[in-house]
């Protein structure tokens, strides 16, 4: 397979640009940023590479084909046209997932059998054979219409990114491992800074930092559906593998501490914390938000409080801000970061934030709140 492939790192709405900045800094270049993907050309070695590193990408596709699609006959025949017999092998497992959106053809189903029959198709002629048993490893394909335009791709991560590995059980409404990485790349916060969670449920911020604290890659732990595709050799899952065991850097003092009112969450939170290699690193305990203990200067508190849409009373919820706001005044050099879709939050923090940015946490509009003090002075020596 000597051509590019076109790859797409799918994004969480309004976090496309966090996405396309971690491509940046693992090296990708000729990146295009658009609604909810970011596209680059890519090898291989980057589907692995890619799928051990992004902290807030939701999956890695292949981009297999685009075109326009009016009619079933010309889905029919631009699926037909593609180059499917390069990945999928005659055993392959091969489901269609579906999207439609502007587009004449609505029926999303029978999209998805229009497209699932024109691959048929086209691997009968690979393959020559009437029927093919779907018993080996598994290639989720996707049709998306936009506009009347087809975008076919590949899956190439299966349980999507999100899914790190150390979470074996989780609070009530826990956030996404996905967005609490991006909520901690938005944030000022690096490793030479304390960290604190003062509602950290089942400790997902605290082990984001962590993780990015010493640079482990957060697919490390986990595997993906293109691991077993005979396309991809083994030792590029092997050299990617070492690659990022070698970028680990344990050397680096972490200051990270969660607390939360739940003494259940906090034992979800040690055993998740314990998978990932965290137990000693990071802090956790038992308290309520009002009760945080500060641990030195110049830190970062970067939380997600309970929402009334899932968790509380609304005014139990009013009560926690107001709490955090003078946990704020309090700390004089310490930056606060909070999302949340309450809309009095500022006014029940009791001062405007610096920054605002709207995110999704699932399908609930939020919006990051930025309290920015002052930087850490700068070492001279």
């Not at 335009?149 to 899956?155: E, G, K, N, Q, S």
């Not at 993906?224 to 970028?247: G, H, K, T, Y």
């Amino acid at each position: 397979m000597a051509a590019k492939l076109q790859l797409i790192a799918t994004a969480p709405m309004g976090l496309e640009a966090v996405v396309a900045r971690e491509l940046k800094e693992l090296g990708y270049t000729d990146i295009k940023v658009e609604n909810g993907r970011v596209s680059f050309p890519g090898d291989l070695i980057d589907i692995c590479r890619c799928n051990l590193w992004l902290r807030t990408s939701d999956r890695v596709l292949i981009n297999m084909g685009e075109f326009e699609a009016r009619t079933f006959d010309e889905l029919f025949e631009g699926t037909k046209a593609l180059e499917w017999q390069d990945f999928i092998p005659a055993n392959g497992e091969f489901p269609v997932e579906g999207r439609s959106h502007k587009s004449q053809l609505s029926s999303v189903p029978a999209c998805q059998g229009i497209v699932k029959k024109a691959i048929v198709e086209k691997l009968k002629g690979t393959y020559h054979t009437e029927w093919f048993p779907e018993n080996g490893p598994r290639y989720v394909i996707e049709v998306i219409l936009l506009n009347d335009v087809a975008l076919l791709t590949l899956d190439t991560t299966g349980a999507g990114l999100h899914k790190r590995g150390y979470r074996k059980h989780a609070t009530e409404a826990p956030l996404k491992e996905t967005l609490a990485a991006a909520l901690i790349q938005l944030s000022r916060w690096n490793p030479s800074r304390p960290f604190y969670d003062p509602c950290c449920g089942s400790g997902t911020l605290p082990i984001e930092a962590a993780m990015i604290g010493w640079n482990v890659a957060p697919g490390l732990r986990r595997s993906f559906n293109s691991e077993n595709w005979p396309v991809i050799p083994e030792e590029l899952w092997e050299q990617a593998r070492e690659e990022a065991f070698d970028a680990v850097d344990d050397s680096i003092p972490l200051e990270i501490t969660g607390s939360d009112i739940d003494p259940e969450a906090i034992e979800i939170a040690k055993a998740a914390a314990k998978a990932a290699g965290f137990a000693k690193e990071i802090k956790f305990h038992a308290a309520p938000a009002v009760r945080m203990t500060k641990t030195g200067e110049y830190g970062c508190l970067i939380t997600n409080p309970p929402y009334g849409e899932r968790i509380g009373e609304e005014k139990e919820i009013r009560r926690l801000i107001t709490q955090l706001g003078r946990l704020y005044a309090e700390m004089p050099t310490w930056s606060f970061f909070t999302i949340s879709p309450t809309p009095t939050f500022e006014k029940d923090f009791g001062r405007p934030a610096d920054k605002r940015r709207k995110l999704f946490n699932g399908r609930i509009e939020c919006q990051y709140y930025q309290y920015l003090g002052p930087l850490p002075p700068r070492n001279r020596d």
